[in-house]
C-alpha cells in the first residue's frame, strides 16, 4: 500500500514571496491533516478535512495560509505571502480506522 | 497553553537496557493517546496507542501505561535497540469523530551500542 505522499521535499523562499505544497493521502482515507512542525516542536494541527469539506481550520492563520481538497483526494496548502515564522515542516497526513498516517513532509525555510 | 507535556527533551540508554519516555497531560477531555517515532527526514509514524478505559497495552517490546488520575502516560521499551533512537512523540485526542491529535514536543531517544 503506497503511503501519503508529498512534494515538493524541500523549498527555499523570500519572505512575502508565496509558496505552494502538494498532497496525496492514501488512497480510500476520506480524513486528510495538515500540520505545522517548527523546530523543537511538535506537529500542530493546521487543517482537516473530511472528502472535501473543512472540518476544523481553528488553528489555521487565514490571512495567509489557504488549503483546498476540491475532488476530495489531493490537497493543497498555500501560504502567500510568507513571513520568517513559517519556516517549519509542514506534515500531511490522512486517517485509517483510529490511526493517521504521515507523509514525509515539506520543509520551508523563508529567508 | 501546552496540554500535552514532553518535559525530558532527550534520554539515552545503553543497548539491551530499558527506556522509559513520559507524557503527562492536562486536559481531562483526552479520551484516547498514541505514540509516533519520528527519524531525521521522515514523518513520524505510529508506534502504539491506549484507550482511557486501559491502563496498560502491550505491543512487542513496546508497553504503553496510562495512569488517568495523574494524567501521565508513559512508553516502555524492552529492550532498547540502536535502531530505536528516534524523535518519540505522544500525542493525545479528544475522540469523536474527528479524532484530532494534540502532540508533545518529543523526545530524542539514543540508544548507544
Known amino acids: 500500500e503506497a503511503g501519503v505522499a508529498q512534494s515538493p521535499r524541500y523549498k527555499i523562499i523570500e519572505k512575502r514571496q508565496s509558496v505552494a505544497f502538494w498532497c496525496n493521502p492514501i488512497s480510500g482515507h476520506a480524513t486528510l491533516y495538515w500540520y505545522q512542525q517548527i523546530l523543537g516542536q511538535g506537529p500542530k494541527l493546521l487543517i482537516q478535512f473530511q472528502n472535501n469539506g473543512v472540518v476544523d481550520d481553528s488553528q489555521l492563520p487565514k490571512d495567509r495560509f489557504s488549503a483546498e481538497r476540491l475532488k476530495g483526494v489531493d490537497s493543497t496548502l498555500k501560504i502567500q505571502p510568507a513571513k520568517l515564522e513559517d519556516s517549519a515542516v509542514y506534515l500531511c497526513a490522512s486517517r485509517g480506522g483510529n490511526e493517521q498516517f504521515f507523509g514525509p513532509g515539506t520543509r520551508l525555510t523563508v529567508l | 497553553d501546552q496540554q500535552v507535556k514532553q518535559n525530558s527533551p532527550s534520554l539515552s540508554v545503553q543497548e539491551g537496557r530499558i527506556s522509559i519516555l513520559n507524557c503527562d497531560y492536562t486536559n481531562s477531555m483526552f479520551d484516547y493517546f498514541l505514540w509516533y517515532k519520528k527519524y531525521p527526514a521522515e514523518g513520524p509514524t505510529f508506534l502504539i496507542s491506549?484507550?482511557?478505559?486501559?491502563d496498560k497495552n502491550e505491543d512487542g517490546r513496546f508497553t504503553v501505561f496510562l495512569n488517568k488520575s495523574a494524567k501521565h502516560l508513559s512508553l516502555h521499551i524492552v529492550p532498547s535497540q540502536p535502531g530505536d533512537s528516534a524523535v518519540y512523540f505522544c500525542a493525545a485526542s479528544e475522540g469523536g469523530s474527528n479524532y484530532k491529535l494534540t502532540f508533545g514536543k518529543g523526545t530524542l531517544l539514543t540508544v548507544n551500542p
Open positions: 491506549i484507550s482511557s478505559i486501559k
